[in-house]
């Protein structure tokens, strides 16, 4: 069944790609159908993939094979809300270490310019907490990361 809504992310021509490193990396996340071109298009031909239904984290999206007219950028960005450093570090190292580059802040960029934000509950707790200290802390030793260290999290948020 076709989900009511769904995110459509433009890709050059490897949306396909995409999708499988997504559902390979995150869980609950896979390919659910890949259509091709009935006919030629301005950035491709018939029979070319033209879209990806995928499931990433539970969230329905379509990749489309839109060619070269459109980028990726940081106004869009999938946060990925993490238990523990050892899947901080699987996620950040799987995007970063394929192609991918590092931000700031938690945020990296896979190799097709998509942002994600691997952002671990402990930050996101310490800033929505009621102890505005412990969030100025957190928030101060969150602005000097990349990847987001969960030991000096939790040392600044305990002060």
Known sequence: MTPKNSVCLWFDHDA???ATFYAEIFPDSRVD????APADYPSGKAGDVL???????????????GGDT???????????ATDDQAETDRLW???VGNGGQESACGWCKDRWGLSWQITPRVLTDAMAGTDRAAAR????????????DVAAIEAARRG
């Open 16 to 18: 396909l790609e995409a």
């Open 33 to 36: 159908a890949v259509h091709h």
């Open 51 to 65: 879209t990806v239904q995928f499931t990433v984290m539970g969230i329905p999206c379509i990749g489309l094979n």
């Open 70 to 80: 459109f980028r990726h950028s940081e106004a869009f960005s999938f946060q990925v």
């Open 93 to 95: 190292n799987a995007i």
């Open 137 to 148: 802390r957190v928030f101060e030793a969150m602005m000097e990361m990349r990847k987001i």
